[in-house]
C-alpha cells in the first residue's frame, strides 16, 4: 500500500477489501475492510490535524505514512492509518470489519453476535482486543498488520458523507466516506440494502 505518495482519498478507496490481521498473546484476527473515512489534514474542518493542531494525543497523525493513528473516543479505541509523509496530518479512519478468523473470540470480547461485533470503527478494534498503547507503531512492524496480496475486491463502492460530523461547514457534507456496497458489516447500515457478504466481492 502506497501510504506516502497517493493522494489521501485513493489510499481509503483502494484499503476497501484489504485484510486486516491482529495478533494478540493467544489469538490470531482478521477480517477485511469494509467501510473507511478519509481526513484531510490542515483544511479539513473535521480533522484532528486541521489548521496544524498539534497535541500530545494526536503526534502520531504527523508522523510517516503506515503508522497507526489510535484515539479514544467515548471510551471506545478508533484506528486511523497515516497516508502521507511526515508532517502531513492525513488519515484514513477505519471504520468497519467483514471478520474472518477469530469470530468466537470476537463474539466473547464483544459480548455480540452476527453483523454488531465488527460493524463500526469502536467495534472491531475490541472484537480484535486491540490495545490503546497501539497508538504510534508502524503498520505491520507490530501485532497489526494488513495484507494486500490475500485480499478482496468490492463489487461497487459507495462514496457518502462521513459519519458524525456536524457543524464543520462545508467538510460535513463532503463525501469522504467509502463502503463497499451492500455489505452488512458496514455501519448504519438498513437491513433492507445488505446483501450476503460473499455477494458484495468480485
Given at each position: 500500500?502506497n501510504f506516502?505518495?497517493?493522494p489521501?482519498?485513493?489510499?481509503a478507496k483502494a484499503l476497501?477489501?484489504v ?8 489469538k ?8 473507511t473515512e478519509a481526513y484531510?489534514?490542515f483544511n479539513?474542518?473535521?480533522a484532528?490535524?486541521?489548521g ?5 494525543k494526536?503526534?502520531?497523525l ?7 493513528y ?7 479505541l478508533?484506528i486511523?492509518?497515516?497516508?502521507r ?7 484514513v479512519l477505519?471504520?468497519?470489519i467483514?471478520p474472518?478468523?477469530?469470530?468466537n473470540?470476537?463474539?466473547r ?6 453483523f454488531e461485533i ?8 475490541k472484537a480484535?482486543?486491540i490495545?490503546r ?8 512492524d507490530c501485532?497489526?498488520s494488513i ?16 459519519i458524525?460530523?456536524p ?9 469522504l466516506?467509502?463502503?463497499?456496497k451492500?455489505n452488512p ?8 440494502d ?8 468480485k
Amino acid at each position: 500500500m502506497n501510504f506516502i505518495s497517493q493522494p489521501t482519498i485513493e489510499t481509503a478507496k483502494a484499503l476497501l477489501g484489504v485484510k486486516v490481521i491482529y495478533k494478540d498473546e493467544f489469538k490470531t484476527y482478521t477480517g477485511y475492510i469494509v467501510e473507511t473515512e478519509a481526513y484531510l489534514g490542515f483544511n479539513d474542518q473535521a480533522a484532528h490535524g486541521f489548521g496544524g493542531k498539534q497535541t500530545p494525543k494526536v503526534t502520531s497523525l504527523y508522523k510517516n505514512g503506515g503508522t497507526i493513528y489510535g484515539h479514544v473516543m467515548h471510551t471506545h479505541l478508533l484506528i486511523n492509518f497515516v497516508t502521507r509523509s511526515e508532517g502531513v496530518p492525513e488519515g484514513v479512519l477505519i471504520r468497519a470489519i467483514e471478520p474472518e478468523d477469530g469470530i468466537n473470540a470476537m463474539q466473547r470480547n464483544r459480548n455480540k453476535t452476527g453483523f454488531e461485533i465488527t460493524n463500526g470503527p469502536g467495534k472491531w478494534t475490541k472484537a480484535f482486543n486491540i490495545p490503546r498503547a497501539i497508538d504510534g507503531s508502524t503498520l505491520n512492524d507490530c501485532r497489526l498488520s494488513i495484507d494486500e496480496k490475500n485480499r478482496k475486491y468490492p463489487i461497487e463502492i459507495v462514496e457518502s458523507t462521513r459519519i458524525g460530523i456536524p457543524n464543520k461547514g462545508e467538510w460535513t457534507a463532503k463525501p469522504l466516506r467509502y463502503t463497499v456496497k451492500g455489505n452488512p458489516y458496514v455501519s448504519h447500515m438498513r437491513k433492507s440494502d445488505c446483501v450476503q457478504p460473499g455477494d458484495t466481492w468480485k
